[in-house]
């Protein structure tokens, strides 16, 4: 842009360059083409192998009767899904439509609670003047640790004679032996996945937070609103965007949890923690099931994909509407 | 420059004054609900780490013991000396390191590479493998978990430190956050290096790496925790307890020693430890990378 004020006769020879190097342009520009490739070959290469093909390789699967090592692969068409749409007729039956409603239930519950932790935690942060990275900082260890730490820590907690049991005998409540009882058993992991997630997604919102506007909130408190109203009817409604991706994130976390429930319950009690991956798991590696647990990974794979696209429509809605 | 600077701080000095008014008002008790959360939360955030720290000091009978004990009677080193004696448990930390550093060390090259690719250079079908590289981060482990045990199968590399460590060696996230990284650069720096005639590896290497160190840092924790605490992949590819990674170790552990908890605990720290080491030593690139997803939303 700086040159723009060049001689005419220094214009017309670039004219002139340009024109004679014309073969040797493209040609310059095959080479750029190879070595482009040459760099993402590493990535193109396991990308192509570990996710494209391998997501249509899973859904071919499904299509198939396999069982590695004693028959050869049969194609059956849909009647793997006819097999699991069967079920339907008697959910308490089935262990995947059974794991479809656990996880339904761990989802809407942990989705809600965990979003609002995080955007708790972002918001007393935001407010922090003091040591706020300090504080930033220990909030964030929940999110740190893996899930077989976090399992096994809060399976001693939970045992009857552990942690949890002490603190509610200390307010006189009964305590239970959480993890062997049918009722509490679920909500025993969401509370410690409403742990561990809501300081992860905490990061999110302390970033969208940092997007708002201070004039706009003061310019409200001048007008007399409340604290409670200047978040509820100002920043909430700016944070849309950040609660929608947060919601779908947790949504699609949520819909595959497995380390917990295979780690602290097993599925159990009396199928009570029983998740569609672990469900996938147990069809595929203990019954050798393939074909089918992969027409169960197609149906969680839909299911994911609309509850999403629902969240998405919701969430649209209501800011038309407001 | 001179008018720039001098309103930099009367705009500050004038915005001081409103942030002290604003509490001063009438917000005395937001400030104590502020002060009793923080507590709270670091009470939960925290709590429970450090009374399972402290617990790992613990005898068998006083780790179940109720109402439980905050400070260990008697406390012991047995736990650690004896998880420590056992040459299986070794064997797991160091499966696990062997995971965990070669993920993060070909995967923070490839990434880097691709996303130079990607970033910086023009050729044809560059936008369709960074719209593929965005929507495949959508595609849930759920679909792609068996398929992927059937390749490495196929491959003969089940039970392999391969079978760990191929599959996360390019992952699509780390090269979004390297795209976003590099596309921030000017543009002078590769025009003067390709006037000097220097080649696209040269100037990848000699002149953007250096300056996205961060970047390369944010992909090298990212990839390191993901392995590090990964539980279902190594679940599904070993098959043989000398292969087991610690987080699987510590499954199989539990398994066999199911009330032991003084025992399980004390190994857990092994895997709990070095993650928040490393955090604390790289805050902010945890955090950079943790966010990295977020960008694009």
Partial sequence: MATEPVSSSVASKQVFTQAKKQPRRSNRHARETLSAYLFLAPYLLILAIFTLFVSLYGIGLSLFKIDIGFTAPEFVGFHNYVILFNQLSDIGLSDFWTSMKNILEYVVVIVILQTALALLLAVILQHTRVLRGVFRTIFYIPALISSVATSLIFLWFYNPDGLVNFLLSLVHIQGQDWLNNTTFALPSIMLLNIWTTGAAFMLYFMAALQDVPRELEEAAAVDGANRFQIFWNIVVPLLRPAIFLVMALGTIGGFQMFDQAMFMTNGGPNDATLTPMLEIYNTAFSDQSFGLAAAMSVLLFIVIFIVTLVQRQLIDTNTNNS | MAQLSSQIPSIDSSDLPQQNHQPGRHFRWPHIILYISLALFTITSVGPLLFTFISSFKTFQDILAFPPSLIPNPWIWSNYTQILANPIFLRWIGNSLIYAFGAMILNVIFSAMAG???????????????????????????????????????????????????????????????????????????????IDGASRWRIFYAIILPLVKPALTAVAIVTFQGAWNDFQWPLVALGSQNMYTLTLGLFNFKSAHYTQYNLLLAGSMFNIIPILILFFIFQRYFIEGATGAAVKG
Avoid: C, S
């Fill in chain 2, 116 to 194: 130079y690719a990607l970033a910086r250079m023009n050729f044809p079908g560059k936008k369709i493998i960074f719209t593929i590289t965005l929507a495949v981060m959508m595609i849930p482990t759920a679909v792609t978990i068996i398929p992927k045990f059937l390749v490495v199968n196929d491959l003969h590399l089940i039970n392999t430190y391969w079978a760990l460590i191929l599959p996360n060696m390019a992952q699509p996230l780390t090269v979004f956050i390297m795209v976003q990284f590099m596309k921030g650069l000017p543009k002078e720096l590769e025009e003067a290096a390709q």
